[in-house]
């Protein structure tokens, strides 16, 4: 089964910061990396398909890189609404595996 | 508007059963996979289930492999989870979600599926 870690497990950032999320799979999933917002009590939101590809309606300070093994979430520019936690997926194969998640936390 | 709504959760006993629905409206629910997800209390996301389109396909995270059912009836626009033999391990909110999927490729074609329509989830406590 492919594992996928993430890191930071949490991080505290301000209004306005440059946020980068790493996600790691445990062997090369291609481009077949998806990531996901959840608010508390809230489901998840699709952010960002296929490593890179913006969901519509999704702003565009969200973006996404990498391929094979090692992946980015980057927000370029903070906002409130943003404090929340990330979730990578691989859809390479199943079982689907999520990562352990990241909190961003207001500083 | 493009909609997901869980139901059936509650309070049952180690060993007892349960089935959850989701309600789907608003897209063509046939021409999707489906699929369960769980997260337990103050935990991260945790797959379950897919199925496919037809009910034809089939899969299942080794810890619900010969407990939980997932199904489907098109007709209805719903989609299942049979869960029998409980455990507290179960406990955990229940998201059903449709897969989307992007197709890339000129000769040969490459799906990348991912979960773009989420319900709101349904509480599944297993307690005695």
């Known amino acids: 089964d492919i594992q996928m870690t993430q890191s930071p497990s949490s991080l505290s950032a301000s209004v306005g910061d440059r946020v980068t999320i790493t996600c790691r799979a445990s062997q090369s999933i291609s481009s077949y990396l998806n990531w996901y917002q959840q608010k508390p009590g809230k489901a998840p939101k699709l952010l960002i398909f296929?490593?890179?590809s913006l969901q519509s309606g999704v702003p565009s300070r969200f973006s996404g890189s990498g391929s094979g093994t090692d992946f980015t979430l980057t927000i370029t520019s903070l906002q409130p609404e943003d404090f929340a936690t990330y979730y990578c997926q691989q859809s390479y194969t199943t079982p689907v595996a999520f990562g352990q998640g990241t909190k961003v936390e207001i500083k | 508007e493009v909609q997901l709504v869980e139901s059936g959760g509650g309070l049952v006993q180690p060993g007892g059963s349960l089935r959850l629905s989701c309600a789907a409206s608003?897209?063509?629910?046939?021409?999707?996979?489906m699929t369960w997800v769980r997260q337990a209390p103050g935990k991260g996301l945790e797959w379950v289930a897919n199925i496919k389109q037809d009910g034809s396909e089939k899969y299942y995270v080794d810890s619900v492999k010969g407990r939980f059912a997932i199904s489907r009836d098109n007709a209805m626009n719903s989609l299942y989870l049979q869960m029998n033999s409980l455990r507290a391990e179960d406990t955990a909110v229940y998201y059903c979600?449709?897969?989307?999927?992007?197709?890339?490729?000129?000769?040969?074609?490459?799906?990348?599926?991912?979960?773009?329509?989420w319900g709101t989830g349904t509480t599944v406590t297993v307690s005695s």
């Open positions: 608003g897209f063509t629910f046939s021409n999707y996979w």
């Open positions: 979600a449709r897969v989307g999927a992007m197709v890339r490729g000129v000769v040969d074609y490459y799906y990348y599926y991912y979960m773009d329509v």
């Open positions: 296929a490593a890179s």
